[in-house]
């Protein structure tokens, strides 16, 4: 039980490495007995268009993504020589551990201008009063330089465990038996109330 929790309820954390989505394709596909794709069935004129539409769509390069925007040139140049030896079969493990240092260095400065960037501008938004500017930029930039959850805050886990001593502490008992005119009384009804907050909370 944590330190910070009052509480009788235990967590099971576990941590779950999906590794790479070819292999994890690979290997749902060796668990299908009979792996066979159905027939599409009719499909009406709209469907049909946006099937076309589909198929004439081209897809987007890794560099195209929006998500790797902050990547710079020189990165992807690294990126693509490791790519480039590794489908000639000429990738040596000690190449490979060179050009994977490099890619690692390359991406930390990328992170480093991309917080820079980040930065000015939530500074230039303040600067000029708007603060919901400013707080997206921050959200945004959030959202796609850490996939990891934030940090616990002592202070809202201080006010967590305030909460659960007061939930678990208080307890409302009533009567074995109960009649209507018993839950008519004000009194009773005041504690029938309460008992069915706490205990369904």
């Known amino acids: 039980m944590p330190r910070h929790h ?17 292999k994890l394709k690979e290997y749902r596909r060796r668990l299908t007995t009979f792996p066979i794709s159905l027939p599409v069935g009719p499909q009406t004129e709209l469907e049909n268009e946006f099937e076309v539409l589909k198929a004439t769509v ?11 925007s902050w990547i710079s040139t020189d990165t ?8 480039a030896l590794r489908r000639q079969g000429s990738l040596t493990c000690r190449v490979e551990r060179q050009l994977g240092r490099r890619i690692k260095q390359s991406l930390k400065a990328d992170r480093k201008e991309r917080a820079l960037k980040a930065g000015l501008e939530i500074e230039g938004h303040l600067a000029n009063g708007e603060l919901k ?11 796609q330089a850490s996939e990891t959850a934030p940090k616990p805050c002592y202070n809202s886990l201080e006010k967590q465990t305030a909460e659960r001593v007061e939930l678990y502490a208080e307890r409302v008992y009533l009567p074995e038996t109960l009649s209507p005119l018993m839950l008519n009384h ?4 005041t504690m029938f109330q309460k008992m ?6």
Do not use: F
């Open 6 to 22: 009052d509480s009788d309820h235990r967590d099971i954390i576990i941590t779950l490495h999906r590794g790479k989505a070819k």
């Open 196 to 201: 069915m907050r706490y205990e369904w909370r």
């Open 76 to 83: 992807w140049d690294l990126i693509d020589r490791r790519a």
């Open 58 to 68: 081209e897809k987007p390069t890794p560099r195209q993504l929006n998500c790797n």
């Open 133 to 143: 500017d400013a707080w997206g930029v921050a959200k945004r930039w959030y959202r």
């Open 186 to 189: 004000s009194k009773y009804a």
